[in-house]
């Protein structure tokens, strides 16, 4: 039986696009998770009343989470996709 230790997997395995998608991921789903805690922490404050949220910068807000959320879902698949393909390429070389 042979001692065969496997190849460390270095940082350069990673592609840069793997990189920007985890990175595109971390930041739409934060800043829509901080805009989602800033409309509750704002609302117990009563900011909503009077019809508070309707002007200034709480449209924006307001709506962050409505779109950053499914998008940061679909980056989220958009990685998965990739780390895959890179996975099944390098098996795939390993095998040869």
Not at 8 to 20: D, F, G, K, N
Not at 51 to 70: E, M, N, Q
Not at 72 to 96: D, H, K, P, Q, T
Request: hydrophobic content about 50%; charged content about 15%; glycine content about 8%.
């Amino acid at each position: 039986m042979t001692n065969q230790t496997p190849e460390p997997v270095s940082r350069l395995a990673v592609s840069r696009t793997e990189r920007v998608l985890a990175y595109m991921v971390a930041s739409v789903v934060g800043l829509s998770i901080l805009a989602f805690l800033a409309v509750i922490i704002a609302t117990a404050m009563g900011v909503g009343d009077n019809d508070g949220f309707s002007r200034g910068i709480w449209p924006p807000i307001f709506i962050l989470p409505l779109y950053g959320l499914p998008v940061g879902f679909v980056l989220i698949i958009a990685l998965m996709v990739s780390v895959g393909a890179r996975r099944s390429r390098e098996a795939r070389r390993n095998r040869e």
